[in-house]
T-cell receptor, first 116, second 114 residues
Framework: EAGVTQFPSHSVIEKGQTVTLRCDPI?????LYWYRRVMGKEIKFLLH????????ESGMPNNRFLAERTGGTYSTLKVQPAELEDSGVYFC??????????????FGQGTRLTVV | AQSVSQHNHHVILSEAASLELGCNYS??????LFWYVQYPGQHLQLLLK??????LVKGIKGFEAEFIKSKFSFNLRKPSVQWSDTAEYFC????????????FGSGTQLTVLP
């Protein structure tokens, strides 16, 4: 079974440019989460999808960040325009529906974003 | 706001030494507790988790953790570390009844010297 996959693994962009990160969750997982780790800090929650609906986007830093999950499958996280402080590692995780009992979240390898 | 504290940022041990990494959380209600590990170049992996029942939980690769409710702690232990345990370790909490997002500690980098 394929795990959570994220693309790209690394991205270096200039301040003001746009970057789109992609996450493919484990097939059948309704829950999809985005997290971010800024260098030296803790991993912080950004938002949570249940299927195609945003369940909680309280962690999104500002309106330069836009997340979508078309058809409840893969998700994209767009940063437009990127700023220096957006640099960090962006993690995606997925888990089964809550009523399935096992709510373990499986993580992707992350996308390391560097804004210069 | 709920927070998770990991007291050690970097731990250096020799092989065969015993390990204990501290984790405390601030939320007073029911919580689910996790330890994740990230080996160099790899994704975050679940080491072990506590949902309910026996407060001493055993995970993969010989790790265990003890949930002490009165101390709001969930410390990770391993009696004898190996060089291959070199990695970053994250404690995380889910507050019961929340939207299930994880709140992470800042991580502890473990370096095991051969």
């Amino acid at each position: 079974e394929a795990g959570v996959t994220q693309f790209p693994s690394h991205s270096v962009i200039e301040k003001g440019q746009t970057v789109t990160l992609r996450c493919d969750p484990i097939s059948g997982h309704d829950n999809l989460y985005w997290y971010r780790r800024v260098m030296g800090k803790e991993i912080k929650f950004l938002l949570h999808f249940v299927k195609e609906s945003k369940q909680d986007e309280s962690g999104m830093p500002n309106n330069r960040f836009l997340a979508e999950r078309t058809g409840g499958t893969y998700s994209t996280l767009k940063v437009q325009p990127a700023e220096l402080e957006d640099s960090g590692v962006y993690f995606c995780a997925s888990s089964q529906a809550r009523d399935r009992g096992n709510t373990e979240a499986f993580f992707g390898q992350g996308t390391r974003l560097t804004v210069v | 706001a709920q927070s998770v504290s990991q007291h050690n940022h970097h731990v250096i041990l020799s092989e065969a030494a015993s390990l204990e990494l501290g984790c405390n959380y601030s939320y007073g209600g029911t919580v689910n507790l996790f330890w994740y590990v990230q080996y160099p170049g790899q994704h975050l992996q679940l080491l072990l988790k506590y949902f309910s029942g026996d407060p001493l939980v055993k995970g993969i690769k010989g790790f265990e953790a003890e949930f002490i409710k009165s101390k709001f702690s969930f410390n990770l232990r391993k009696p004898s570390v190996q060089w291959s345990d070199t990695a970053e370790y994250f404690c995380a909490v889910i507050r019961f009844g929340s939207a299930r997002q994880l709140t992470f500690g800042s991580g502890t980098q473990l370096t095991v010297l051969p």
